[in-house]
């Protein structure tokens, strides 16, 4: 019987659609990466590697990278475990789950100009909301620490001014408005694991909470983790709303929040260098994918699949 290629008419949209608008931009953006492109040139010179040599030698995207993985080791490990823990509070609630919800999920659906204006004005360093409640442990026995000691006696720092602070600050709004999202992951796999392993669990011994985290959900939400890791991971790499409203001229003080998707913007776009922007947009997408790669492998080694 002859052989039917009825199959790739399925097919075939979806491999189009693939090659259009994901293969198709990341191959034209490695080939602009080795040239001196630029907006409204009809030609570009091809330089190799000198793009490339640029990022790695020039002290701006060396903060570039320190900033960008600073920003990644902390927003990631708290909005996964604050995500979680979250969750587990809420799941084990009998009322006002669904209040709490809400609250919680608030941070993912505020809008960006909102935000920005609420947390620059809760941070001023004069007015905010975050020094003027400092100040109230100043002439107490907070005084004892450093930290008060140093803000009691010189004011409390400029968290968003600051180039020791900025970075820290943006990861904690950056912890803050991601959280949220990663509850609602972990509240889904949460009903997905079933009652009958905890009665199982505590016919066997397991009667503390904690074993029965650490015996059943945990390893139940494996299949969640691995995803709730992996898009926070990626999300943390594609900050750029946040840095954009608070630092619309820069990467922050001393280029101290110099993250790689502004460092793409400024040099792809307000700059209109769209060889070096596409050398950094390279880099950027080569980082997320070993990265990916890397925690998928270490993490999916003890997924349990139901």
């Not at 907070?142 to 600050?169: H, S, V």
């Not at 694991?193 to 009667?207: N, Q, S, T």
Request: some cysteine; proline content about 4%; hydrophobic content about 55%.
């Amino acid at each position: 019987m002859p052989r039917s290629f009825a199959h790739i008419w399925f097919v075939a949209p979806a491999v189009v659609l693939m090659i259009v608008i994901l293969i198709a931009p990341i191959v034209v953006a490695a080939t602009l990466s080795f040239t001196d492109y630029s907006l409204g040139n009809t030609t570009a010179d091809w330089i190799g590697w000198k793009n490339y040599d640029r990022i790695v030698s020039r002290s701006s995207f060396q903060k570039m990278f320190v900033a960008t993985f600073t920003y990644v080791a902390v927003v990631v490990p708290l909005a996964v475990g604050l995500g979680l823990g979250a969750a587990l509070l809420i799941n084990s609630l009998k009322r006002f789950g669904d209040f709490y919800k809400t609250i919680y999920f608030l941070p993912v659906m505020a809008a960006l100009l909102a935000m920005a204006i609420v947390w620059e004005f809760t941070l001023h360093p004069t007015v905010g909301l975050v020094n003027e409640t400092l100040a109230m442990g100043c002439g107490t026995a907070l005084e004892a620490i450093p930290f008060f000691a140093q803000g009691c006696a010189r004011n409390f720092p400029l968290w968003l001014g600051d180039k020791d602070y900025a970075i820290w600050t943006v990861a904690f709004i950056g912890v803050w408005q991601g959280f949220g999202f990663n509850m609602v992951l972990y509240l889904a796999g949460l009903t997905s694991v079933p009652r009958e392993l905890y009665h199982a669990a505590e016919m066997d011994g397991a009667r503390s909470g904690w074993e029965r985290f650490r015996l059943v959900t945990w390893p139940m939400l494996g299949p969640t983790t691995v995803f709730v890791v992996t898009i926070t991971c990626i999300r943390s790499f594609q900050v750029f709303d946040t840095v954009e409203a608070f630092y619309p001229q820069g990467g922050g003080p001393s280029k101290s929040v110099y993250v790689m998707m502004f460092a793409i913007f400024e040099k792809g776009i307000q700059q209109n260098l769209m060889g070096l922007g596409s050398a950094v947009t390279i880099i950027f997408l080569v980082f997320v994918l070993f990265l990916t790669l890397i925690q998928r492998w270490l993490v999916e080694r003890r997924v349990h699949y139901a």
